[in-house]
């Protein structure tokens, strides 16, 4: 296999500590299909950090080490990070240095990358093959000790973090609610397009060859070297996104080094992880949340489990109905485990998926069937599951849910098309992973938010969501969503608003 070849370019200003867990990372970045070289500006002011960068090696890679020229003093306190105007210069000059080396040398790749980062080993690996021109990986922190922890990406402008379309004004409350969407996005795993970013960036050989660089544009009086980058690029034709499945940690103060042995040890669990599986034998444990469904749909949903479901967990959310006997009746047969809440949960749904998943996790299931309680899975779902659940191939399967607006029809529009997506509903318990949940209020998903890196297939069967179904239910839902999400926070507003529409379009439900 030919390699790709990857430089790794970082100016280096650092206190021995903060450089010892930065360059330990990267000794431990994977390299499977990559070969990595390092290129390294010296611009220490400390002999000892000079020493410690000087023995860094790495079998099989080359170490290039370039002389800063040691002007003017970066200033990093408890508060914050102190930079002017003739310091990016310098630091623009030194990145674009390492830019022309990198073409000269014909690399494949550039990553630049800040010396006070410590790396998961996947990220290089990782980052190369989400096959974008200009990728940054997201690492969050506390600017100031006054601010909230936000991360090193943006949407406009200098640091500018709230969606919006050119000319658009905006209340400081539709700013605010907009800024939170973007950064709950940016907490979920996945690849999101952005307008800035920087610090631990994967640049592509074509986007170098387009003329990507750091170099200040005259006309503007924005600050910062990245700023000028990004907009270069942006004027270039190339898009800019950063990926979120890897976090850096950044140490951006003395304190933060604290933290470094608990990253490096999930980094380390996670690599050590090993899939698990059985091609036969294998179970389905139901898990399900309940609050007041038994005058609803629970007994037509148990009723097309009844038979093929092998245990359940079922979380009472405070049920003030006959919930429970139901499901003890219907269910009657298999283990059942019944945990109820004393109150309900629901208005932090994040905390009550937590509580679902540890109770279903200590019955220690083969598969875990996560349906609410007003869905149903198709009927060829069940002449099938036997070959979905013993395939050696896959941990999670995804199907489409139909949001029924009656008996026989599901709604579909601008807003309500959720059966144009595949979302998990059946997975492969693997007790040695690390899960991570979404802690969102409202929406949060029924899966821990990192089980989308499982390998995962996308079946065809249907599942039907009742929830909609008659017009009480969607009062019912409306008011529930203007009480715990008023401001679309975790939801769309558009798509709330439209919960009350008097003629949306439906489409005949078709099964045989």
């Known amino acids: 296999m030919n390699k790709k070849r990857v430089l790794v370019g970082s100016p280096v200003y650092q206190k021995t500590k903060i450089l010892k867990a930065f360059l330990s990372s990267l000794k431990n970045l994977r390299r499977n299909t990559i070969e990595i070289d390092y290129m390294f500006v010296d611009d220490n002011f400390d002999d000892e950090t000079s020493q410690l960068l000087a023995g860094f090696e790495r079998e099989e890679s080359k170490v290039i080490i370039i002389r800063g020229k040691g002007l003017g003093v970066y200033e990093c306190n408890d508060e914050s990070h102190l930079w002017n105007d003739s310091l990016m210069l310098k630091v623009a000059n030194y990145k674009n240095s390492i830019i022309n080396y990198a073409i000269d040398n014909n690399y494949d790749y550039l990553f630049f990358v800040d ?24 690492f969050w922190s506390q600017w100031h000790k006054n601010r ?11 640091y500018d973090l709230v969606p919006k379309k050119l000319g658009e004004v905006l209340s400081d409350k539709e700013m605010g609610i907009r800024q939170t969407k973007f950064l709950n996005q940016l907490k979920i795993p996945g690849v999101y397009e952005v307008g800035g970013l920087g610090a631990c960036t994967l640049l592509s050989r074509a986007s170098l060859m387009k003329g990507v660089c750091f170099k200040p544009i005259k006309n503007l009086t924005i600050h910062g070297e ?5 907009i270069r690029a942006a004027v270039l034709g190339i898009d800019l996104f950063v990926d979120t499945t890897y976090p850096a940690y950044h140490i951006y103060r003395e304190q933060d080094l604290a933290g470094v042995e608990a990253y490096v040890k999930d980094c380390e669990a996670d690599l050590a992880f090993a899939r698990q599986y059985k091609e036969k034998g294998n179970k389905i444990t139901l898990s399900m949340i309940v609050k007041n469904e038994a005058g609803r749909y629970l007994k037509q949903v148990l009723e097309s489990l009844k038979g093929h479901i092998d245990e359940a967990v079922i979380i009472d959310d405070a049920s003030s109905d006959n919930s429970i006997n139901m499901c003890r009746a219907i269910l009657k047969g298999i283990p059942v485990h019944i945990i ?34 007003d869905e149903i899975l198709e009927k060829n779902f069940w ?12 941990d999670l399967y995804c199907f489409r849910l139909y949001d029924m607006w009656d008996k026989t029809q599901y709604r579909e529009d601008k807003y309500w098309n959720a059966h144009s997506v595949y979302r998990p509903f059946l997975m ?20 821990p938010i990192n089980t ?9 069967f249907r599942v039907k ?8 239910d969607r009062e019912e839902k409306y008011k529930r969503y203007q009480l715990l999400d008023p401001d679309a926070i975790f939801g769309i507003k558009e798509q709330y608003d439209s919960i009350l529409d008097t003629d949306p379009n439906l489409v005949e439900w078709d099964e045989d």
């Open 148 to 158: 909230p922890f936000e991360p090193n990406v943006w949407l406009y402008d200098e």
């Open 465 to 472: 969501h009742l929830g909609w179904a008659t017009p009480v």
């Open 340 to 373: 109820q809440n004393d109150k309900s949960m629901f208005a932090g749904e994040a905390e009550l998926r937590k509580k679902q998943w540890d109770e279903t996790v200590k019955t220690n299931p083969d598969w875990i069937l996560n349906l609410d309680a």
């Open 383 to 394: 002449k099938n599951v036997q070959e979905l659940i013993n395939n050696p191939d896959y």
């Open 428 to 447: 492969r318990y693997q007790p040695d992973f690390k899960y991570i949940w979404n802690e969102a209020a409202q929406h949060c998903g029924r899966f």
């Open 452 to 460: 989308s890196s499982f390998p995962k297939a996308e079946s065809e």
């Open 115 to 138: 010396s006070d980062l410590v790396l998961h080993p996947n990220l290089i690996e990782h980052l190369k093959i989400q096959n974008k021109d200009i990728i940054s990986e997201i």
């Open 226 to 230: 990245d700023r000028f980058f990004c």
